[in-house]
């Protein structure tokens, strides 16, 4: 039997910490009033419920996880002022969503304002109503047996951008006489106590690239190559008889990921046979810290360039609007 989503009260709604924050980027770097969906999944399990005064009781609990999320960028993305949701403009602003590990269905939609109470308005109910609606067959609508959630988004920012202030909150969207909107809790996965023993058990693992093994020693880095393992490309067809050209290709493949570090080096961590090389591990670990440190140096630079791009042409507009000055002649 069916399920009415209307019945269905959410007891949480997760998500994870890089998700909030890349949907809190997105809103701060519009610098304006914007709009959105939300992707996610809801999932039902029973809980079992077990004292000593009391017999073991079990009880079903609905739980939504947002995985993503897609940013427009401005308001009125997928409707019109009056609340009615535009199927194509639907199916478009969906097309554009992020999520983990391939994108999951819609389960609601979101608004971020400036310093606005964090309260539903009639327009956002009429969407929220509009959007229930929408056809299961249009692309971006949301599942018919799933409830459905809507986020609002409050930012506040100092005057010299040095302070930012978010508010949020999340709401079921259940429709009886009219639509409600119930406040639901909000689960940050991987932030707070309740998840520290997840960091215990994070193994991190970073695999090399897919070099090819030089058995034939160090000064004949081609011989025996295709017994044993291919290159990074075949745009060389020569097999053995080009070895420098390959081989400097390969040395260019690892100096995109690692700089200064020789496929010499790499070469003593690769292979069945090869023993522990603790020093050269940690060589190429400084190495590749060194080329993320030269790129987020890199990201650095050219934002300050856009920043003062920015505040020059902000400054220009502001002459253009005051007009040229009087003569004093």
Known sequence: MAVDPDSMMLRAVDISGPTLASLLHDVLAADRDVDGLLFGRVAQRMVSTVSDQEEATSSQKTTATVTGFCCSGRLF????????VD?????????????EGGRDPVIGWFVARHNTPLRPSMREAAVTSSLRGVSSAVPGAPRPEWPLLFALFDTFQTHN??????????????????????P??????????????????FSPTAPFPPLPLYPGGLDSPRVGLS???RTFSDS?????????????????VLDRQTEGYSLEKLRNLVGREAPPQMLEIETLYRAMLGRL??????????SE????????????RNSNRQGPLPSTS
């Open 236 to 252: 060389s067809g020569g097999g053995d008889d080009e070895p420098g050209g390959s081989y400097l290709e390969d040395q260019a």
């Open 87 to 99: 199927p194509p403009q639907l199916a478009r602003v969906a097309g554009e969503g992020i999520g």
């Open 293 to 302: 440190e030269k790129l987020a140096k890199d990201t650095c630079r050219a």
């Open 184 to 201: 639901v809790s909000v689960n940050i996965v991987n932030i707070g106590p309740f998840f520290r023993g997840q960091f215990d058990s």
């Open 77 to 84: 993305s997928f409707y019109d002022p009056s609340g009615a």
């Open 227 to 229: 017994t044993h393992s």
């Open 161 to 182: 951008r040095a302070t930012h202030t978010h508010d949020y909150r999340l709401f079921q969207c259940r429709k009886r006489a009219t639509w409600h909107f119930d």
């Open 305 to 316: 360039a856009v920043h003062e791009q920015v505040e020059r042409n902000a400054a220009l």
